[in-house]
């Protein structure tokens, strides 16, 4: 890498703004309507491509709709990145830098591994496991909810502890929405939040828990023993007071009465991805259910009892479902389960040993469940065509009395092309709809999209299960943490990194105690408006590495402000997530996209509200702990 510069010239400048609105965007999305001419021009052609393909046609209203331009943390990082290569601002070399990383931080080692977790979890999800273990959990309280509440809360801190924030996201996230379905607990917002909560706090003890944490101990070069020395009472601290903080604001809080659980239409609506993928498991595990394990299921997904409008119950009512029945495929949960412990049990064995990528642990593990998904969706389509079809299924399902939903290949056929120009464009309909309007393509064309087409409904049909999972893994959040790696690299290129550690030295100087509560602070609001967690804190070591910083300290203050700086910029990082907004940190992202596709919504605001409530008492107690330990402690 060629060397930085040390002051800022007009393409400096250019990028900080670049990077500030990028900031903005992400938190406050905005969506540009296109002309309405132009808007109709691309809906039509979209609708010729759609029609040729042989899916669906388009109806007059869908084609008069507007075509918006997105502006979201999807594209806004991408789009700032363009800009400063137009611009010139950056190389090839920023580039690279931001995707394959630098210093010992490799930003596709962790999100390959973020994508394997994810898909495992989502396998995990689909045997039906985590709602077994809700509805058994509910089933087996005899006591205060309250009290089951502080239990699952120092359980998932724990959990957090040893597997890191983003497994007990994906898994535990819904696991608790099932598990207030069954209690009749609406809205969850406190048991889901305590989640999340627990999950960025613990996250701060071990090196391997959060990938934060390794841009630290590998930048400053601290063994991982020492770190977890420093970290755990901290942590341990502040997962205290943010417990006390919002069981005292959930308790003092009620919800509105007239607060429904969502309908199973809105929740599937509301699924990222694809709407194909339902509360229930596919037919394809279901098939040896009878009517009562599916009135079970039926129950299940709609809450078993009526609401009880309090955010925190006395009583944990005991559903009137048996769980076995929503164990719907026992062996995938076993197996799913044994290759989650052993990726995440690999990744915490292998965490001292710098030459080991966690995509080599983490990606072997995906594969094995997309491998078992694979077969077990060519097992079932080989089936169908011996049997007679998913004909025979239908006929079977009629005889006993149950409903006959349509297949999942068309479902999924339908939903993989439902592809929305729009926000608000929601009027595809089907071909025999009387409204629907053709949309002429050419010949030649038509032909080649049409062998396109069938190709893509065969893959559909034969493998219905593979795509749900593969529909319901965050792909999004790449181009947006790969932007924004991207644009810290462009920040550290323009020597805005050198600036910033001219400025920051000033207030560290004063003592360990001021760089402490600084530091951490700071940290925290970067995690908000700097690139995710992961942005902010590889802008902060790089900051304190930097010989504009380390040249300012005086030779007896150098190493305990440095010391105090890492530590506290660690703890703060691990705690940003809890600072605002959903794009504070990758388990945000993820938290909130599961909650959707379960049927849960959390707006921004209602979001903003729990970080305040959180994150002060917890920050102020952990970071006090720390001073301690900076200040008296030798660790």
């Known amino acids: 890498m060629p060397p930085v510069k040390a002051s800022l010239d007009g393409h400096g400048i250019f990028a900080i703004i670049v990077f500030a609105a ?69 190389t090839g070399q920023q580039v690279r830098a931001g995707i394959a990383g630098d210093g010992g931080v490799y930003p596709y080692d962790v999100l390959a591994l973020f994508l394997s977790l994810a898909y495992i979890a989502i396998s995990l999800d689909s045997t039906g496991l985590l709602r077994y273990l809700a509805c058994h959990v509910c089933q087996s309280v005899a006591f205060d909810g309250r009290l089951l509440y502080v239990v699952l809360y120092s359980f998932l801190w724990l959990a957090g502890v040893v597997l890191g924030n983003d497994p007990v996201v994906l898994s535990g996230t819904a696991f608790l929405v099932y598990l207030t379905r069954v209690a009749g607990i609406v809205p969850p917002s406190a048991w889901i939040w305590a989640q999340f909560v627990a999950a960025n706090v613990a996250s701060a003890v071990l090196v391997s828990s959060n990938p934060t944490n390794l841009v630290v101990a590998t930048g400053f070069d601290v063994s991982f023993a020492r770190y977890t020395a420093y970290m755990v009472l901290p942590s341990l601290a502040s997962a205290f007071a943010a417990l006390a903080a919002i069981m005292l604001f959930f308790s003092a809080t009620s919800p509105p009465s007239d607060q429904p659980e969502a309908p199973a239409e809105e929740r599937d609506e509301q699924t990222l991805g694809s709407s194909a ?40 009512p005991s559903p009137d479902i048996t769980p076995r029945t929503l164990l719907v495929d026992p062996v995938g949960a076993v197996f799913c389960s044994v290759v989650m412990l052993a990726v995440l049990g690999t990744l915490i064995g292998t965490s001292a040993v710098g030459d080991v990528r966690v995509y080599q642990i983490g990606v072997p593990g995906a594969v094995l469940c997309g491998l078992r998904d694979i077969f077990l969706d060519l ?48 009027s595809v309909v089907p071909p025999s709809s009387a409204s629907s309007v053709s949309v002429p393509a050419p010949a030649p064309r038509a032909k080649g999209l049409a062998r396109i087409g069938q190709a893509v409904y065969a893959v559909q049909r034969t493998l219905p299960n593979v795509l749900a999972a593969l529909s319901r893994l965050p792909v999004a959040l790449l181009p947006f943490a790969f932007g924004m790696f991207i644009l810290v690299q462009a920040l550290a290129h323009v020597g805005f990194i050198a600036i910033m550690a001219r400025g920051i030295v000033r207030v560290c100087a004063h003592g360990v105690g001021a760089t402490v509560f600084f530091m951490a602070l700071l940290s925290i609001v970067l995690c908000n408006v700097g690139g995710t967690n992961i942005g902010a804190t590889i802008l902060l070591t790089k900051m304190m590495q930097s010989p504009a910083f380390q040249e300012a300290l005086g030779p007896g203050a150098r190493a305990p402000i440095t010391r105090a700086g890492m530590y506290a910029t660690a703890f703060g990082s691990n705690l940003g997530a809890l600072g605002g907004t959903f794009a504070a940190s990758l388990a945000g992202l993820l938290w909130k996209g599961v909650l959707q596709q379960h049927g849960v919504k959390v707006t921004a605001i209602q979001f903003a509200t729990w970080c305040a409530v959180a994150v002060l008492p917890s920050a102020g107690a952990g970071l006090g702990v720390l001073l301690a330990e900076v200040l008296y402690f030798k660790v």
């Open 379 to 426: 097992r079932a389509a080989w089936r169908r065509r011996k049997g007679g079809g998913e004909d025979t299924v239908h006929k079977a399902r009629e005889e006993r009395g149950q409903e006959v939903p349509k297949s999942d290949a068309y479902e999924m056929r339908q939903v993989s092309h439902d592809t929305e120009l729009g926000p608000e464009d929601k």
């Open 277 to 316: 993928v339902r509360d229930v498991t596919p037919p394809v595990r279901v098939r040896a259910r009878d009517d009562a394990s599916s009135d079970a299921s039926a129950r299940f997904s709609a809450g078993a009892r009526r609401p009880k409008h309090v955010y925190l119950p006395r009583h944990i």
């Open 22 to 90: 990028v900031a903005v965007l992400c938190i406050v999305p905005l969506h540009i309507p296109l002309p309405r001419a132009l808007s109709r021009w691309l809906r039509a052609r979209w609708a010729a491509v759609v029609q040729a393909l042989g899916f669906h046609q388009v109806s007059d209203d869908t084609l008069d709709k507007p075509v918006y331009i997105p502006l979201t943390h999807v594209t806004a990082p991408v789009i700032g990145v363009l800009l400063l290569l137009a611009t010139v601002t950056i």
